[in-house]
């Protein structure tokens, strides 16, 4: 089912700059917090879909570039993954950390690109998945959200995520492998060597960080459920 089918809400006309996202103190009422939130979530997106104009869309698809993330981050941060502000933050999140570890990103998904045929193909990264590729991708697949399904826009980040988790867990698994002695002959025979998992700070925080991402595809995988379903709210 086409992501176009999801009903209409209506809004009126803002303008995406970052006054859309002022700052609540502390003592604001979370519902209110919450309500302004996916509020302001679906006025972006309503407008950005029905805008014709490559320059607008460009210029949501760069806000963070221009603005940061804390921009947006104190509204949508805390909403639920599958919600539609709660999507909007980790797709923008997602393309934020790319931008800004190009060639880092891009070495894991080299690294998790083979074990991944599926989510390598719905993700849509040019081979070989160089930094400027990774870059390029992220923000056709964003750009897609307003151009075209949003539904297929929050699978192809999902399965992105996939890939890049996949190869945070090889390079924990190289950074974790130990040399050890094995039996009576160990001390005797290099290249014989376990892996334990977790024995080293890298490969701890890698282990982490591929867990979170998986998490975030699952999140975006059921969020572009909810939106085909029209349930997404």
């Not at 029905?50 to 981050?73: C, K, M, Q």
């Not at 056709?140 to 999902?158: H, K, S």
């Not at 050890?180 to 700070?201: H, L, M, N, Y």
Request: with cysteine; aromatic share 8%; net charge negative.
């Amino acid at each position: 089912m086409s992501g176009s089918n999801q009903p209409a809400r209506h809004h009126s006309p803002v303008k995406f700059s970052p006054g859309m996202f002022e700052q609540f103190d502390g003592g604001v009422d979370p519902e209110v917090v919450s309500q302004a939130a996916h509020s302001s979530a679906w006025a972006l997106l309503s407008q950005g879909r029905a805008n014709s104009d490559p320059g607008v869309t460009a210029r949501l698809v760069d806000f963070t570039d221009h603005y940061g993330l804390d921009a947006i981050a104190e509204m949508w941060a805390e909403a639920p993954g599958v919600s539609l502000p709660g999507a909007l933050w980790r797709i923008y999140a997602l393309r934020d950390t790319v931008r800004r570890n190009p060639e880092t990103i891009s070495r894991y998904y080299h690294l998790g690109q083979d074990n991944a045929q599926v989510s390598r193909v719905v993700a849509g990264v040019a081979d070989p998945p160089g930094a400027d590729e990774l870059c390029r991708t992220i923000d056709l697949i964003l750009t897609g959200a307003y151009t075209g399904e949003f539904d297929v826009a929050l699978e192809r980040f999902g399965a992105f995520c996939r890939v890049v988790a996949l190869g945070q867990a090889v390079a924990a698994d190289h950074a974790d492998v130990v040399v050890q002695a094995v039996g009576e002959e160990g001390r005797r025979r290099a290249g014989e060597f376990e892996s334990t998992p977790g024995s080293t700070t890298v490969g701890n925080r890698l282990t982490r960080a591929a867990r979170k991402l998986i998490t975030t595809a699952e999140e975006l995988e059921s969020a572009a459920s909810a939106w085909r379903h029209g349930q997404l709210d």
